[in-house]
């Protein structure tokens, strides 16, 4: 496994720990049902803590401690499974996350550009993806019908803006 | 009609470019089938019984000339020389090489169509009324909100992924002609007090093995919400839409499930956020934009009764045939909406030529401004035809066996292409279809009995819409065997129903004469002026039932 | 993996679609793809069924051929002949367009 972060392949910094794991001194990943159980001790933590959410949690559960976790994982157990576009899309456009929310599980290439749209910054891919395939996918598409979590302008700005260009120049 | 702008274009493009690689990567192996699959679906291609099979998206149905003479050459270098048109107003190809894909959607391309989330867990094909901008009591033309949903819905990062496939219709007219309330978003357009046009909104409809009328979930979305709206509803279906099992990831099942109650209640909760944060927020010039591609066309000032017309139809009682059923209304003095029957005696019903493709299209660009429409009946419409040239458009289409007069008549069926084209079937439908066209054939008969639609479908995925056919034939696999079961009543118009049952199935040899017997039933006990789905509501299942299966 | 075969079935063959074109093909005694029933290898009984469809394998891995499965076939003087409504037509073309498909292209097609 790999990790992209803001289109860089970086060392993971996170290590995801199980539920019986002691925690690690350094940035720990954990359950939602961990982070239940163990919250205040895991909120008064120095060092980075993310939350992993699977298919079904949605990140409203823990939208009350999004100012403690620098990580929201979320998890694709399929591909076929796109529930986490949505979790990501409110984890930025709801809630305002601005930590990393990081794709983890079944991620494919041919997926790449639709969770950054949606506002992954962080992709956990398979070994076999290269800086030139991640570039190729993540830019296969230069232009957007419809607003997202990464704000990039839509087809629909970019004609008002000739529209206004057109009027100013008429 | 719409027409692409550099945006359109440059989306379609690179996704042809994307697929190409795809495709090549695929066969180089680079690619296991299990990954390219939901690749190859969301850009149309399906491995059928055959062969690999296309599916070419025609939004909300309408084409010009030079897309459907595209379609005919595609049809031609790359296929076997025809087409199928769909219950969803698409068009398949049923031979083409998966090698030769790339290169056949990048000819598509250039005449700005292409074969984008014809399937998939996607948002399909918007459809709509084959009489937009014509019909008399048209609130507004369906196809300008039909297009602004394409383009949203288009690539739509958050909902590429749904739990099912997601279909939306709509409708301009009270009348309802594109089947909404058996879709899974379908739109009505309405306007208000004030004259102001807004949207009903329907939800959870559907056909398949569970089917299932829409929920009406609003009475007025304003146009400027619409798309606040309908990403309320997918988001709430994305998150809560069961992926457990994939005969209850419909929307419809959500819905049945929480309850119309519920669903409603999410739906207006996430609106309501949606409409805070107003990035969907749908700006009047841009529909303005929208909308002035598909205002009416130069019409002349025409009387409305045309000497020429009259003079023809006393001079020529097919073609007086013709005009009374193929010929609806227009809003426009002089002027008369055409449809070309795809159903002749016998024929593959929506079966379509390459030939047949490039006459329609002459016909198309000299007396229908340019455009036509494919009817989710599988036929096609021409809908700005002057009454004086009627005549000579019957004449032109008939040199190329496309002036069957039949539409809305029993032998105007819906068949799926069943068994004798589709992997998923259980049973031909086309071959029933053909031996009950040529039954009924009788031009005097068919007007006598009157309208009867008759949907067949080879498999409980019902592509061909039996459950809502004032007469079904679903085909099913007894054993090994071809059998037949009939439902009765069932409608897709604005008094939508599901058909019921009416008893055991019958075999390939039996149903044919029970579909007569079921037509003379009609026929003894209606009353003036009763079509026979009136029939029906009025009697009940019951005297079907007994004649069907009195005892031999 | 797609399976179109009566429990029980006595025969069996396998059939797939090349990875190129989609047209259907069968596997031949000597691990080559015909598109012809009557060139298809056929197994008496479960083990050898399943070996054959093993057979198949290779070509999949090659990407030659997609979805390779075991259906029903019928030994008789005249050829093989596929035993289900499905497959016959599989092997003939469409029963509605006698002039596209195997029938119109190839001999020993059966009805």
Redesign the interface.
Known sequence: MQLIKNGSFIEDQFVTVGDDEALPEGAAIVSLERWQAERETLRARNAPVGVRLKSGQEPSVIAQDLDKLAVVALEFPAYRNGRAYSYARLLRERYGFKGEVRAVGNVLRDQFQFMIRCGFDALEVADNITPEIFAECAGFFTAFYQPAADGKPTVLSLRQRLAARAQAAG | MYRYDEFDQQIVNERVAQFRGQVARRLSGELTEDEFKPLRLMNGVYLQLHAYMLRIAIPYGTLSSRQLRMLAHLGRKYDRGYGHFTTRQNLQFNWPALKDMPDLLAELATVEMHAIQTSGNCIRNVTSDQYAGAAKNEIEDPRIVSEIIRQWSTFHPEFSFLPRKFKIAVSGTPDDRAAIRVHDIGIQIVQDAKGNIGYEVYVGGGLGRTPMIGKKLTDFVPKEDLLAYLEAVMRVYNMYGRRDNMYKSRIKILVHEIGAEEMKRQVDAEFAELKKAGTLHLPLEEVARIEAYFRPPAFEDLPNESTELNKAVLADPDFANWVKSNIAEHKVPGYAIVNISLKPIGGVPGDCTSDQMDAVADIAEKYSFDELRVTHEQNLTLAHVRKKDLHAVYEALKKHDLATANINLITDQIACPGLDYCALANARSIPIAQRISERFADIARQHEIGELKINNSGCINACGHHHVGHIGILGVDKKGVEYYQVTLGGAADEKTAIGEIVGPAFTEGEIVDAIEKIVNTYLGIRTEGERFIDTYRRVGIEPFKENLYAAH | MAQHT?KGAQFQAVTA?R??????VYLTADAQWSESLQDAAVAEGKEAAEALLAKATPA????LV??PYLFEVVREDSGIRA????ET??QA?????LD??KQAELSGVHS
């Open positions: 009566r679609n990875l190129a074109d989609g047209i259907v999949v891995e090659d990407n997609v979805e035993a289900s409504v499905r037509i599989r073309g469409p029963t509605v367009r596209l498909g």
